[in-house]
């Protein structure tokens, strides 16, 4: 089975870029697709974007569309979150997650989850 860890969060204004990595430890990283999602404080976890296998296939949220990017590099068995002009509402921790199949909107549908890294957005 895949491990996650993810790295990158950090503490910046509105307006700032971060870009947030999940570096995969599993053997057979470009057999699942990836997905990123985020929970603030008091909030459900969310959906934030999603990548398929070969990276052909990217699906996101509507408040993060144009803003941020996902991608992957499956030689180095890394997925990236490119965040762009972050606002104060994306302040939350940030997952990364794995699944076996097609891309996928729902938490419940990722068995693998790395342990999260903060991201807050200051005004």
């Known amino acids: 089975q895949v491990q996650l860890v993810e790295s990158g969060g950090g503490l910046v204004q509105a307006g700032d870029s971060l870009r947030l990595s999940c570096a995969a430890s599993g053997r057979t990283f470009s057999s699942y697709t990836m997905g990123w999602f985020r929970q603030a404080l008091g909030k459900e976890r969310e959906f934030v974007a999603t990548i398929g296998r070969s990276g052909g296939n990217t699906y996101y949220t509507n408040s993060v569309k144009g803003r941020f990017t996902i991608s992957r590099d499956n030689a180095k068995n890394t997925v990236y979150l490119q965040m762009n002009s972050l606002k104060p509402e994306d302040t939350a921790v940030y997952y990364c997650?794995?699944?076996?199949?097609?891309?996928?909107?729902?938490?419940?549908?990722?068995?693998?989850w790395g342990q999260g890294t903060q991201v807050t957005v200051s005004s």
């Open positions: 997650a794995a699944r076996s199949g097609v891309i996928s909107d729902a938490v419940r549908s990722y068995p693998t």
